[in-house]
């Protein structure tokens, strides 16, 4: 069973650096892509970026490109999403979520969510 | 960006009823288009993938439809369940862009 794990809720203050995972586990990890997606309080869904696991190649949303940054560890079929310094606008919930690997490249398994909450 | 327009944002409705959701994309998309599911609290999920595709375990009141840039998804008889709010995704091209969702209620 195809299965993305999210680490647990985050509460943290304005300037301090987090970093969030995602642990896939039922399938070969380096395969498929990973995906993050932000919701923010309330809103929709924003898609910030994905990464290939095998390679670790980056595609970033214009509207997150250089605020965050996204990683694998392989050898541990990991991703992760990190921040250097955060600010109240990351409030949100993260999702992972994985590519389906083929000629269409949809969302298929998503994780269960990661709440980061950033407040003084 | 491609931007992608999903109207209405919200809708009412009753169970049993067949109700109607589009997307709109800024240019032209092939099929590539998947719409999710999401209920309060809880992750997305795929219902359609590749504009039509139902996916495995989802009920077939369940449809898809659409090319280019025009795109709907349908739900033939809706069940108390199928309350929640539906989101469109391009995944066509980077960065991959949702639409704002469709808030379904009961009426």
């Known amino acids: 069973e195809v299965q993305l794990v999210q680490s647990g809720a985050e509460v943290k203050k304005p300037g301090e650096s987090l970093r969030i995972s995602c642990k896939g586990s039922?399938?070969?990890?380096?395969?498929?892509?990973i995906s993050w997606v932000r919701q923010m309080p309330g809103k929709g869904l924003e898609w910030m970026g994905r990464?290939?696991?095998?390679?670790?190649?980056?595609n970033y949303s214009p509207s997150f490109q250089g605020h965050v940054t996204i990683s694998t560890d392989k050898s541990i079929g990991t991703a992760y999403l990190q921040w250097s310094s955060v600010k109240a606008s990351d409030t949100a919930m993260y999702y992972c979520?994985?590519?389906?690997?083929?000629?269409?490249?949809?969302?298929?398994?998503w994780g269960q969510g990661t709440l980061v909450t950033v407040s003084s | 960006a491609i931007q992608m327009t999903q109207s209405p944002s919200s809708l009412s409705a009753s169970v049993g009823d067949r109700v109607t959701f589009t997307c709109r994309a800024s240019?032209?998309?092939?099929?590539?288009l998947g719409w999710y599911q999401q209920k309060p609290g809880k992750a997305p999920k795929l219902l359609i993938s590749?504009?039509?595709n139902l996916q495995s375990g989802v009920p077939s009141r369940f449809s898809g439809s659409g090319s280019g840039t025009d795109f709907t998804l349908t739900i033939s008889s809706l069940q108390p369940e199928d309350f929640a709010t539906y989101y469109c995704?391009?995944?066509?091209?980077?960065?991959?862009?949702f639409g704002q969702g469709t808030k379904l209620e009961i009426k």
């Open positions: 979520a994985r590519h389906h690997s083929g000629a269409y490249w949809y969302l298929d398994y």
């Open positions: 039922g399938y070969r990890f380096t395969s498929y892509w």
């Open positions: 990464i290939d696991p095998e390679d670790s190649y980056t």
């Open positions: 240019q032209g998309i092939r099929n590539d």
């Open positions: 590749a504009a039509s």
């Open positions: 995704l391009q995944d066509y091209n980077y960065p991959y862009t």
